[in-house]
């Protein structure tokens, strides 16, 4: 997701209940409700299904966790899990889970106690697999057919477990792709590596089943490696310097460009890319995007901080749903003509009036 310039990438689970859901892959939905709700067809608990009496303790306890954490109780799910209801709220990048029944009103909530502490066994049995600690905290936030085996101590089961596991971020680790046991997860078909030096980028290449590989700010200027994986379809190669995207016309089957924070002047070798539905091309130098005109499939576009005038090559396009153009100083947007776009961005873009409206029927958010 960008930010300000750079990529940061997000696991599924915490853009379920947010206006991103939508860019979660079909494949993945249910394994990403399943993370974030704790348990797999799990569903936060309502009133409803709860005793008088517990859902009293339960109402107490959040607001009191609210207060504690400094957060709208809003944020904070109920879930059941195997060892009984528990509260899900956010803490920095990511989640926290903590048993309600672990809860003392009467005394300070820890916000440094360990969220990992009932995954011990299960983190040991990694350790014993040749696992570092880096590596044993990403697994624990990554996504496999099944929850993390919190308690399994049998290597040959744990094993079965990691060769499940879909979606992994190694990334701001240093030389992740060199850390050990990486071997043992051979179906990843998410990986995120960025935000850290990338020496060599073969050893991704051991992942046959990839499909999504986030590499912001790795230093990697060859793509070549691109040519060995047939199944990728999502791509980000955010703030590595690139400036020639004519390696992309290779790579027919990407569904995902995400280039931002680049050197970026030319794309007209995204015309090859018919099967392109998400597009981030944000604080780049481009003027002309005539080589969409044809991408039919588009659903998502970001070209904020470039040097755009003319975007009439997005207009008429059916599956166009969400536009972002903010920080275009010379932008005319009345050449914006859709059927479906429900959500558009054109801050400090020098728009004079809206008279753009009305060709945009779907329109229901304008920043």
């Known amino acids: 997701m960008n930010h300000n310039g750079h990529t940061h990438v997000i696991p599924y689970e915490q853009l379920i209940q947010s206006k991103w859901e939508y860019l979660i892959p079909a494949e993945y939905k249910k394994a990403a409700e399943d993370a974030y709700y704790g348990r797999k067809g799990q569903t936060p608990s309502t009133p409803a299904q709860d005793s008088s009496k517990e859902n009293e303790e339960i109402t107490k306890k959040k607001t009191y966790l609210a207060q504690q954490l400094g957060i709208d109780e809003s944020l904070i799910q109920v879930i059941d899990n195997e060892k009984g209801k528990a509260f899900v709220y956010p803490h920095g990048d990511h989640k926290h889970s903590t048993l309600i029944s672990d809860i003392d009103t009467t005394k300070p909530f820890d916000l440094h106690g360990d969220p990992h502490a009932h995954d011990k066994v299960g983190m040991a049995t990694l ?55 990486l071997n043992l997860m051979p179906n990843i078909e998410v990986l995120g590596i960025g935000f850290t030096k990338i020496k060599d980028i073969r050893p991704v290449l051991q992942f046959k089943h990839l499909k999504q590989l986030w590499m912001t700010k790795t230093e990697v200027t060859n793509y070549d490696f691109l040519k060995e994986i047939p199944t990728l379809e999502d791509l980000d190669i955010s703030q590595n310097g690139v400036s020639d995207l004519s390696f992309l016309k290779n790579y027919p089957n990407l569904k995902t460009v995400v280039a931002a924070g680049n050197n970026i002047r ?20 481009i003027s002309d995007i005539s080589a969409l005109s044809n991408l039919s499939n588009l659903q998502a576009v970001s070209l904020e901080h470039n040097q755009l005038q003319d975007v009439s090559a997005l207009a008429q396009k059916a599956h166009l749903t969400r536009l972002f153009l903010s920080n275009n100083p010379n932008l005319d947007i009345n050449s914006l003509k859709t059927s479906a776009l429900a959500e558009l961005t054109v801050n400090e873009s020098n728009i004079q009036n809206l008279n753009f409206l009305k060709n945009n029927p779907a329109l229901t958010v304008l920043q």
């Open 266 to 285: 030319d794309i007209r070798p995204l015309a090859q890319l018919k099967n392109l539905e998400s597009l981030n091309l944000d604080y780049n130098e």
């Open 127 to 181: 350790k014993a697999l040749g696992f570092d600690d880096e590596i044993i905290e990403d697994i624990l936030h990554a996504t496999a057919d099944t929850e993390f085996p919190s308690n399994e101590t049998d290597l040959e089961k744990m094993k079965a477990w990691l060769a499940t596991v879909k979606y992994l971020n190694i990334g701001q680790r240093k030389d992740p792709l060199e850390r050990k046991g």
